[in-house]
Nanobody
Framework: QVQLVESGGGLVQPGGSLRLSCAASGSIFSINAMGWYRQAPGKQRELVAAITSGGSTNYADSVKGRFTISRDNGKNTVYLQMNSLKPEDTAVYYC????????????????WGQGTQVTVSS
């Protein structure tokens, strides 16, 4: 019933910018941490950035200073502003959210978006 809908991916030239959005909807009681992961062809999925419900952030070293994660709790949405994009940023980006459902289930689990392709190429 809970789903994450991502948007904002696409093709961009090196040095360009993209802004990814991920909106959670459904039987949501609360959302704890939210984050973005990415997976390039032939590589393992890696954490790009994460943000807690209180606003604390964590970034992969490879994106520090270039990417910014933020969230709008009223919209149940997390964003990833990506600046100064490099070809090595090319990957499928996945939204992740730790969500507690409404009672009687009232369980906490991770949900994932379908992924959005980000391609950085000239």
């Amino acid at each position: 019933q809970v789903q994450l809908v991502e948007s904002g991916g696409g093709l961009v030239q090196p040095g360009g910018s993209l802004r990814l959005s991920c909106a959670a909807s459904g039987s949501i009681f609360s959302i704890n941490a939210m984050g973005w992961y990415r997976q390039a062809p032939g590589k393992q999925r890696e954490l790009v950035a994460a943000i807690t419900s209180g606003g604390s952030t964590n970034y992969a070293d490879s994106v520090k200073g270039r990417f910014t994660i933020s969230r709008d709790n009223g919209k149940n949405t997390v964003y990833l502003q990506m600046n100064s994009l490099k070809p090595e940023d090319t990957a499928v980006y996945y939204c992740n959210a730790e969500i507690r459902s409404y009672p009687p289930d009232y369980y906490l689990r991770d949900y994932w978006g379908q992924g959005t392709q980000v391609t950085v190429s000239s």
